[in-house]
């Protein structure tokens, strides 16, 4: 995966606008401890549900019971990590999920014996306008700082996403800190960008300077010292709010 934080310094400044790919998926021990089984039945309120992949390609159909997909995806992601969706719904032997792919928003049905379910209750917020990102687990705020997001010409897009990867860059003081999230969310602007296919990501960063500031090309900055708390922490699968 190369997110848009490949170039996602300061103005002026290069972050290592040579990157191609962030990293190596992390291993599931670091975010898989936090998920637990999830119910066939749904979760109660303020619970997520999250599906991973357990077989090579996931069709991807219109509606339940179709008997043809639009698209399938492979189970396993470019960087080595599984492929997750975050659940909208359930019905039998089918699930409505958030799709990973372009346009922003996508949604489809997966056969459910083509996943794994968990559960976990955390969700992201952030908050454009104000430079903030919030992290709840149920109601109790875990972590709240400071960020810097996209420029007026590449600006963060809005929307509900989800954490779908955590990735480790070679160099933990390179441009995307010691970690950085993969979200299920595009750029609105930029179609391709270091390689990649202009993913937003959440990372850390080797230029503190641009923290509360509109400085990136799309993605969302923070502290390494925040990054490294929510990779500790959280599981794959979390739903992110953006919000102007």
């Not at 969706?85 to 958030?98: D, E, I, K, M």
């Amino acid at each position: 995966m190369c997110l848009l934080a490949s170039s996602c310094g300061s103005a002026g400044r290069s972050a290592d606008a040579g990157a191609g790919t962030v990293g190596a998926s992390v291993p599931a021990g670091l975010w898989a401890r936090h998920q637990t089984s999830a119910p066939q039945a749904g979760a109660e309120a303020g619970v997520s549900i999250v599906a991973q992949a357990v077989v090579d390609r996931v069709g991807v159909y219109p509606a339940p019971g179709a008997g043809k997909p639009e698209q399938t995806l492979a189970g396993t992601q470019p960087s080595g990590g599984p492929l997750v969706f975050l659940v909208l719904a359930q019905r039998p032997g089918w699930l409505h999920v958030l799709l990973p792919v372009r346009p922003n928003g996508s949604r489809g049905w997966i056969h459910a014996s083509d996943v794994r379910l968990s559960q976990h209750d955390y969700r992201i917020v952030v908050a454009l306008g104000r430079h903030t990102i919030t992290v709840y687990r149920g109601t109790t705020v875990i972590d709240k700082e400071p960020i810097g997001v996209g420029r007026k010409d590449t600006p963060t897009p809005g929307g509900v996403y989800y954490t779908k990867e955590l990735l480790r860059p070679p160099n933990p003081n390179g441009p995307y800190g010691p970690y950085a999230y993969g979200l299920s969310g595009y750029s609105t602007v930029l179609t391709s960008f270091a390689g990649g296919d202009g993913v937003i990501g959440i990372h850390g960063t080797n230029d503190p300077s641009g923290i509360g500031k509109d400085v990136t090309h799309g993605c969302i900055r923070m502290s390494n010292g925040g990054i490294t708390k929510l990779a500790k922490i959280l599981p794959l699968g979390v739903p992110v709010q953006i919000i102007a």
